[in-house]
């Protein structure tokens, strides 16, 4: 399964460097990543996210 990874600028919402999972252009706790593309790279790597969606159950 893909995921997508946060390589922007850390800010209140981000983290620097977390793995979200993937729900077409956006992250299962609901952050869009079709408006800053650079910001996120795909990624096979675990899901680090602890938010509602993203965290595993």
């Known amino acids: 399964m893909m995921n997508v990874k946060y390589v922007g600028k850390s800010t209140k919402d ?5 793995i979200h999972a993937l729900q077409g252009n956006l992250t299962s706790c609901g952050k869009r990543i079709d408006e ?3 910001d996120w790279k795909m990624t096979t790597q675990h899901v680090t996210c602890d938010r509602k969606g993203c965290k595993k159950k």
């Open 14 to 18: 981000l983290d620097h460097g977390s």
């Open 36 to 38: 800053n593309r650079n």
